[in-house]
């Protein structure tokens, strides 16, 4: 009698036991799932960002191609302008100066500490420029060292410039940066500002400086626009 009343009750407990089991083979399966397509997930981010950073790269040698072909110029007048409006976080400023005092497109404007913008938009008397810490302006650079290195600078925050460099480049915190003067409208060897800091990217094989920028707009009234 007791062993018909107790077998089923041990088949029940067997199931149970094999359903559980089952059950946490289950779970241990998923979460083995999850983290597969995690992974997988990581890697296609990873390959999206790398095919971003090669476009970026291509687009910026090309650029630099470019400068190349033409000669280093010198600015041979200048226009000096009233600041009237100033909007920082925006990397932008407002001159009053324009086209009546010779102010054009893609002039360089700076101030006795260095360089600042380039000249964005012009009306008769007014001209909007563009900060050199926009991340939208990038402007061909020479680190100043005992290699000089020329790469395009552009703007991280209203704070801070960067540079993307070589591995093997010869840079270090303190370097001076000026304009390379490569362009069509920027003069060579006007100050841009100092590495503050300089990191390795190892996934890209690639340098990152940061400079500081020498010009403080704000401390300033009047700029000068470079003809």
């Given at each position: 009698?007791?062993?018909?009343?107790?077998?089923?009750?041990?088949?029940?407990?067997?199931?149970?036991?094999?359903?559980?089991?089952?059950?946490?083979?289950?779970?241990?399966?998923?979460?083995?799932?999850?983290?597969?397509?995690?992974?997988?997930?990581?890697?296609?981010s990873?390959?999206?960002?790398?095919?971003?950073?090669?476009?970026?790269?291509?687009?910026?040698?090309?650029?630099?191609?470019?400068?190349l072909?033409y000669e280093?110029?010198?600015?041979?007048?200048?226009?000096?302008?009233?600041?009237?409006?100033?909007?920082?976080?925006?990397a932008?400023?407002?001159?009053a100066?324009?086209?009546?005092?010779?102010?054009?497109?893609?002039?360089?404007?700076?101030?006795?500490?260095?360089?600042?913008?380039?000249?964005?938009?012009?009306?008769?008397?007014?001209?909007?420029?563009?900060?050199?810490?926009?991340?939208?302006?990038?402007?061909?650079?020479?680190?100043?060292?005992?290699?000089?290195?020329i790469?395009?600078?552009?703007?991280e925050?209203?704070?801070?410039?960067?540079?993307?460099?070589?591995?093997?480049?010869?840079?270090h915190?303190?370097?001076?940066?000026?304009?390379?003067?490569?362009?069509?409208?920027v003069?060579?060897?006007?100050l841009?500002?100092?590495?503050?800091?300089?990191?390795?990217?190892?996934?890209?094989?690639?340098?990152?400086?940061?400079?500081?920028?020498?010009?403080?707009?704000?401390k300033?009234?009047?700029?000068?626009?470079?003809?």
């Amino acid at each position: 009698g007791f062993r018909a009343v107790i077998t089923p009750s041990g088949n029940l407990a067997s199931n149970t036991v094999e359903g559980l089991g089952t059950f946490f083979r289950g779970v241990g399966n998923a979460n083995s799932l999850t983290k597969e397509v995690q992974r997988l997930q990581g890697l296609e981010s990873s390959f999206l960002m790398y095919q971003e950073f090669l476009e970026l790269k291509e687009q910026e040698i090309d650029n630099l191609n470019k400068a190349l072909d033409y000669e280093p110029i010198e600015a041979s007048e200048k226009v000096v302008a009233r600041i009237v409006a100033y909007a920082p976080f925006e990397a932008r400023m407002t001159i009053a100066a324009g086209s009546r005092q010779g102010v054009e497109q893609h002039m360089p404007v700076v101030t006795p500490e260095g360089f600042v913008g380039l000249v964005q938009t012009v009306s008769e008397t007014r001209a909007d420029v563009l900060l050199i810490t926009s991340p939208a302006l990038k402007i061909g650079s020479l680190i100043q060292s005992d290699d000089p290195v020329i790469a395009l600078i552009r703007g991280e925050t209203d704070k801070r410039l960067v540079m993307e460099i070589l591995e093997d480049s010869n840079v270090h915190t303190g370097n001076r940066v000026f304009t390379s003067g490569y362009s069509e409208t920027v003069p060579r060897g006007i100050l841009i500002g100092t590495i503050i800091d300089v990191s390795y990217n190892a996934q890209f094989g690639m340098r990152k400086a940061y400079v500081l920028p020498s010009s403080n707009v704000s401390k300033y009234t009047e700029v000068m626009v470079l003809k």
